[in-house]
């Protein structure tokens, strides 16, 4: 299958431009930024190989149609002009999954309903039969996105969101998602060859297993499945993905011989680090992190880039202290990092009235459904002065 299909990569919101530039490194050209994603022409095998390698992506959508949809039966006539072939066949089970924001329809179900109704009819007409819907284990998952009148079916080609790396079998409450956190490895400019690199609060430890894959040149999808592989077309395909995936795992082999990186994962609590080791292992990295338990507010300082994501959002209290005093000591004790950065997520207002420091970068993003900002701050002092007034 040689031909190009129009694609879009979904990302968390504000990190599209890092999403751009990492589909360019894999070999993407004419790229459309969007909000929340990149729209671009590819071929299936350059889809697969994004879905095996990008970090930062959460989808890979295959656009299979789209239209004006004043009213639903606009959702049926479009059901009725998908391409079948190569993507449905009569054997396959499929299923939609519908995506409404738009103030003139309410029902999402019945939008279903319609495109769907359109679908099978059109593969009555192909084949004189139908595929049947299955929605538990479908071979075929269609996302059917209505937003402002403009309808669009996607083809979802990673099947599980692509943040599911596989490798946390076990986690803490609220962890953050793969993929932002290695959105935020790619904003905090980490060099693994020359920077140490520490989570201060890593959790389940997901920024210091991220960190690990990109040092190991680990394809962060190299453990899991995806959608396509249960396409029909995807038999004419295998040979090219299991090239993909013998490629990838030949790099992550070469990478390792002559791997240099320090990465380190703190935590105050012993049952997050437990973890957290637990979750590198079955990564393949626990080897190339140090862990440890510790206090951040007590973390000798030392040069590195620290990329975290501490307490935020619940009423609670950290060492004792209320969350604002909290990241006010934090801004206070990091800054006697020299020559260091912190990328870190948090609220805006806890970020911008507590830490005391004007950041280089700020991102709007979301952290599931809490709205959240994430900055970067150049530490030390040669950046004393971009430190906003302090408290003392
Ligand atoms: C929001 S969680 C981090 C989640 C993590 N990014 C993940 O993916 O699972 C915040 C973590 O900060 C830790 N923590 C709180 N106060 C701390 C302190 N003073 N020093 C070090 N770690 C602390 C908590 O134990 C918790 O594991």
């Given at each position: 299958?040689?031909?190009?299909?129009?694609?879009?990569?979904?990302?968390?919101?504000?990190?599209?431009?890092q999403?751009?530039?990492e589909?360019?490194?894999?070999?993407?050209?004419?790229?459309?930024?969007?909000?929340?994603?990149?729209?671009?022409?590819?071929?299936?095998?350059?889809?697969?190989?994004?879905?095996?390698?990008s970090r930062i992506?959460?989808?890979?959508?295959?656009?299979?149609?789209?239209?004006?949809?004043?009213?639903?039966?606009?959702?049926?006539?479009?059901?009725?002009?998908?391409?079948?072939?190569?993507?449905?066949?009569?054997?396959?089970?499929?299923?939609?999954?519908?995506?409404?924001?738009?103030?003139?329809?309410?029902?999402?179900?019945?939008?279903?309903?319609?495109?769907?109704?359109?679908?099978?009819?059109?593969?009555?007409?192909?084949?004189?039969?139908?595929?049947?819907?299955?929605?538990?284990?479908?071979?075929?998952?269609?996302?059917?996105?209505?937003?402002?009148?403009?309808?669009?079916?996607?083809?979802?080609?990673?099947?599980?969101?692509?943040n599911?790396?596989?490798?946390?079998?076990?986690?803490?409450?609220?962890?953050?998602r793969e993929t932002l956190a290695a959105s935020m490895i790619a904003?905090?400019?980490?060099?693994?060859?020359?920077?140490?690199?520490?989570?201060?609060?890593?959790?389940?430890?997901t920024f210091?297993?991220e960190a690990?894959l990109v040092?190991?040149?680990?394809?962060p999808?190299?453990?899991?499945?995806?959608?396509?592989?249960?396409?029909?077309?995807?038999?004419?395909?295998?040979?090219?993905?299991?090239?993909?995936?013998?490629?990838?795992?030949?790099?992550?082999?070469?990478?390792?011989?002559?791997?240099?990186?320090?990465?380190?994962?703190?935590?105050?609590?012993?049952?997050?680090?437990?973890?957290?080791?637990?979750?590198?292992?079955?990564?393949?990295?626990?080897?190339?992190?140090?862990?440890?338990?510790?206090?951040?507010?007590?973390?000798?300082?030392?040069?590195?880039?620290?990329?975290?994501?501490?307490?935020?959002?619940?009423?609670?209290?950290?060492?004792?202290?209320?969350?604002?005093?909290?990241?006010?000591?934090?801004?206070?004790?990091?800054?006697?990092?020299?020559?260091?950065?912190?990328?870190?997520?948090?609220?805006?207002?806890?970020?911008?009235?507590?830490?005391?420091?004007?950041?280089?970068?700020?991102?709007?993003?979301?952290?599931?459904?809490?709205?959240?900002?994430?900055?970067?701050?150049?530490?030390?002092?040669?950046?004393?002065?971009?430190?906003?007034?302090?408290?003392?």
């Amino acid at each position: 299958m040689t031909d190009q299909f129009p694609l879009l990569a979904t990302c968390a919101r504000g990190f599209e431009t890092q999403l751009d530039i990492e589909l360019h490194a894999l070999g993407v050209e004419n790229t459309l930024i969007a909000s929340g994603g990149i729209r671009f022409d590819a071929s299936f095998k350059t889809a697969m190989k994004l879905c095996l390698w990008s970090r930062i992506a959460n989808k890979i959508e295959l656009l299979l149609g789209e239209c004006y949809a004043p009213h639903e039966d606009a959702l049926y006539d479009l059901g009725k002009s998908l391409p079948l072939d190569p993507w449905f066949s009569p054997s396959s089970t499929f299923c939609i999954r519908a995506h409404v924001n738009d103030k003139k329809f309410t029902n999402s179900v019945y939008l279903s309903q319609k495109l769907k109704d359109g679908l099978v009819d059109r593969m009555r007409e192909k084949w004189g039969q139908r595929a049947s819907v299955d929605t538990v284990r479908p071979d075929i998952v269609l996302g059917l996105q209505v937003i402002q009148r403009r309808a669009r079916v996607f083809l979802e080609l990673q099947g599980d969101p692509l943040n599911m790396r596989g490798y946390r079998r076990r986690q803490l409450q609220a962890p953050i998602r793969e993929t932002l956190a290695a959105s935020m490895i790619a904003v905090s400019g980490w060099s693994p060859e020359n920077d140490m690199f520490i989570d201060p609060m890593c959790g389940s430890g997901t920024f210091a297993i991220e960190a690990a894959l990109v040092a190991t040149h680990t394809a962060p999808g190299i453990q899991r499945h995806f959608g396509f592989e249960t396409l029909p077309c995807f038999p004419e395909n295998a040979s090219d993905w299991r090239m993909l995936r013998e490629e990838a795992k030949d790099l992550t082999r070469r990478a390792r011989k002559s791997l240099s990186t320090s990465i380190r994962a703190i935590d105050i609590d012993a049952s997050a680090l437990d973890i957290a080791q637990n979750n590198a292992q079955t990564a393949g990295v626990s080897d190339l992190i140090e862990f440890s338990q510790g206090d951040i507010l007590k973390l000798r300082p030392t040069e590195a880039v620290l990329v975290t994501n501490p307490p935020y959002g619940e009423r609670i209290t950290v060492n004792d202290l209320d969350l604002p005093e909290f990241y006010y000591q934090l801004g206070r004790h990091l800054r006697t990092f020299d020559n260091s950065s912190l990328t870190i997520i948090s609220t805006p207002e806890l970020l911008k009235k507590n830490m005391h420091m004007k950041p280089s970068e700020r991102i709007a993003t979301f952290n599931g459904p809490i709205p959240c900002e994430v900055a970067r701050y150049q530490l030390g002092k040669r950046n004393a002065n971009t430190h906003e007034n302090d408290k003392s």
